[in-house]
């Protein structure tokens, strides 16, 4: 039997300085790609140059489609763009600074292939430094995707997980082309393709990941999206930084277009939500927005305590949030 075709939507900005090494990486792999569609956000360096030179080259195994956003479209935009010129069976994000490791399509293919009824499988990832250097962590280990949170995945219970938090970045992850039609059009909201994609699918179907680490995610500073691990004071510097960029509406705004989303293909008959899907999104909506409408400020301590004592009870600081750590960004943090 012919095994389905792959599509890579591989999106880039200003990425001269590493594009080629992951045009390289997708050329290895052992499950051959079939097509590689970039969209570029308006670069003024040479990553378009040396993607030309790359996929006009006897190295280059897949075809290539190029197209230039004019004007700019920011990374969520991008990528959407990119997954709807995509032509394959099977759907692959890939940012532009990362390498792949050879057996990453081959492994995920599998992983969807081995249960008709997956459509989305992701892996882990070595987190690198500039120069591909690992640092002994793992992506897994940076978004807290813990040993509990796995069985869960494993017994059908992604969404369960996947309401709490993101776990697969786009690099990581891969789709069937057939729940295309479910996750576009993708809201214009910053850095959201990702978790849009993952979210929306584990609402509707089964995901499967492995823990092998088949990406090497570069963290060089310049990253439009960077995770590793932090330090204690890190932790709560990144808290701090994710009250002032207002996350908990944005947190509001995004799952709540997702369960907006489901409403509409379900009523249109298109795709099923999972028992309890919808209940999750709109009660993880009805979180991020008590804790984003806390009054800030010591000062205001006694009326937030309210609040967070009624969460810390109903268990929705472990359901929807960090537990503890979140109880203690509501407090102490704002």
Not at 290 to 301: I, V, Y
Request: hydrophobic letters at 40%; aromatic letters at 8%; proline letters at 4%.
């Amino acid at each position: 039997m012919s095994q389905q075709s792959v599509s890579v939507a591989l999106c880039t900005y200003n990425g001269a300085a590493y594009v080629l090494e992951q045009l390289e990486s997708i050329a290895a792999q052992t499950r051959s790609v079939d097509e590689v569609v970039v969209c570029d956000d308006g670069s003024t360096d040479a990553t378009l140059e040396i993607i030309q030179r790359f996929t006009d080259s006897r190295d280059c195994p897949f075809g290539a489609r190029v197209f230039r956003n004019q004007p700019q479209r920011g990374v969520t935009l991008n990528f959407a763009r990119a997954i709807g010129e995509c032509r394959g069976a099977f759907i692959f994000l890939a940012d532009q600074d990362d390498v792949w490791c050879s057996t990453k399509v081959e492994k995920l293919c599998a992983l969807m292939e081995a249960d008709a009824s997956c459509a989305l499988a992701f892996c882990d990832a070595d987190i690198c430094d500039a120069a591909l250097k690992a640092s002994g962590d793992g992506l897994f280990d940076a978004v807290w995707f813990t040993p509990d949170e796995q069985d869960k995945v494993r017994q059908g219970r992604a969404i369960d997980v996947f309401a709490r938090h993101a776990i697969a970045a786009g690099t990581t992850l891969g789709f069937r082309a057939s729940f295309r039609d479910l996750i576009l059009p993708i809201p214009n909201l910053r850095t959201a393709h990702d978790i849009w994609t993952s979210t929306l699918i584990a609402c509707v179907a089964p995901v499967a990941f492995t823990t092998e680490r088949l990406v090497k995610y570069r963290v060089h500073g310049q990253n439009q999206v960077g995770m590793r691990r932090w330090n204690l004071l890190e932790q709560i510097a990144k808290a701090r930084e994710q009250l002032q960029l207002g996350a908990f509406a944005h947190a509001v705004d995004l799952y709540g277009k997702m369960a907006q989303r489901l409403r509409e293909v379900q009523i249109a008959a298109r795709f099923a939500p999972r028992p309890g899907a919808l209940r999750l999104l709109d009660e993880k909506v009805s979180h991020c927005r008590l804790r984003n409408d806390m009054p800030p400020g010591l000062l205001s301590l006694p009326r937030r305590l309210p609040g967070v004592v009624r969460e810390s009870l109903r268990g929705n600081y472990t359901r929807y949030s960090y537990g503890v750590k979140s109880v203690l960004q509501d407090l102490f943090l704002r």
